[in-house]
């Protein structure tokens, strides 16, 4: 048995939970983001996956910066977090046509 007894069990099914990689949606104001290959625990029954507190983070962050666009569906990839956790390499959203 591994992991921390509250990251064990998927709190919607009970199920045990697994680290792996997820595509994880968000909802924002005005687009909706999914957020590709996200380092999440999920659930090996219903398969919901779950961000633990320093990839939330990161996705928050993430998120942050992307306030200002105007796109319905965007698709994005979780950024690396071998490098510095200070580095931000987020700025891909600036390449994206913001009016
Ligand atoms: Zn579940």
Redesign the pocket.
């Known amino acids: 048995m591994t992991g921390k007894p509250e990251n064990d069990r998927?709190?919607?099914?009970?199920?045990r939970?697994k680290p792996g990689l997820a595509t994880v949606p968000f909802l924002l104001p005005n687009a909706t983001v999914l957020i590709k290959n996200v380092p999440a625990i999920i659930?090996?029954?219903?398969?919901?996956p779950y961000t633990t507190g320093k990839v939330t983070d990161r996705i928050i962050d993430l998120l942050n910066s992307l306030r200002g666009l105007q796109a319905e569906v965007l698709v994005l990839p979780y950024p690396e977090l071998k490098s510095a956790p200070t580095l931000m390499p987020v700025m891909e959203a600036h390449a994206w046509p913001v009016t």
Do not use: I, T
Request: charged share 10%; net charge negative.
């Open positions: 998927c709190p919607l099914c009970g199920g939970l659930c090996s029954s219903c398969h919901e």
